[in-house]
């Protein structure tokens, strides 16, 4: 462990964003103390799982200089070489051995009014609408100029309640 901390500024991370198919579920088990949440997604969520997980490695893999190891947030703590890694990614038949999470992007599609030689310097306008465009907007978190560091519903909720009525009058 202390080597890996030692090697900080060497680190690189990333994580597919695989949204479940449908009739997925998420469901509270247990009683007031012990509570968990139980997943229950289906085989083709585990198969878009491994997909992911294999391009997130051959994207560092293509990259020069390459890694010398992959480590991604398996239960056996794996630790991947190039030479093993698509078997090894292959072979996981269950959620439980892997570790998920949730994930809400944000950022990608800067708001900003400021332009620089004529060319607008961010994605979409206060007002909404995407720079060079008619009727096209977007509200939601892809807006947002960095990460909340929390579940972004309540202020892309709010930003809709504002921007309706502006995305209405155009």
Same mark, same amino acid.
């Given at each position: 462990?202390?080597?890996?901390?030692? +090697?900080?500024?060497?680190?690189?991370?990333? *994580?597919?964003?695989?949204?479940?198919?449908?009739?997925?579920?998420?469901? #509270? /088990?247990?009683?007031? +103390?012990?509570? +968990?949440?139980?997943?229950?997604?289906?085989?083709?969520?585990?198969?878009?799982?491994?997909?992911?997980?294999?391009?997130?490695?051959?994207? =560092?893999?293509?990259?020069?200089? /390459?890694?010398?190891?992959?480590?991604?947030? $398996?239960?056996?703590?794996?630790?991947?070489?190039?030479?093993?890694?698509?078997?090894?990614?292959?072979?996981?038949?269950?959620?439980?051995?892997?570790?998920i999470?949730?994930?809400?992007?944000?950022?990608?599609?800067?708001? !900003? !009014?400021? =332009?620089?030689?004529?060319?607008?310097?961010?994605?979409?306008?206060?007002? =909404? *609408?995407?720079?060079?465009?008619?009727?096209?907007?977007v509200?939601? *978190?892809?807006? =947002?100029?960095? !990460?909340?560091?929390?579940?972004?519903?309540?202020?892309? #909720? $709010?930003?809709?309640?504002l921007? $309706?009525? +502006?995305?209405?009058?155009?």
């Amino acid at each position: 462990m202390l080597h890996n901390l030692s +090697r900080y500024d060497y680190y690189a991370c990333a *994580a597919p964003l695989v949204g479940p198919t449908a009739y997925s579920s998420v469901d #509270m /088990k247990g009683e007031l +103390r012990g509570e +968990r949440i139980h997943v229950r997604l289906r085989p083709r969520d585990l198969d878009r799982l491994k997909e992911g997980l294999l391009t997130t490695c051959r994207m =560092f893999l293509h990259n020069d200089p /390459k890694p010398t190891r992959l480590l991604i947030g $398996a239960l056996d703590d794996w630790e991947l070489r190039e030479h093993d890694f698509e078997k090894r990614i292959r072979r996981i038949r269950e959620f439980d051995e892997i570790q998920i999470g949730t994930g809400h992007p944000q950022g990608g599609n800067a708001l !900003s !009014s400021n =332009f620089r030689n004529g060319v607008a310097e961010g994605v979409v306008s206060p007002d =909404f *609408a995407v720079h060079g465009t008619s009727d096209l907007f977007v509200v939601d *978190a892809s807006v =947002f100029p960095t !990460s909340l560091g929390v579940n972004p519903h309540w202020t892309v #909720m $709010a930003m809709a309640d504002l921007a $309706a009525p +502006r995305i209405a009058g155009a």
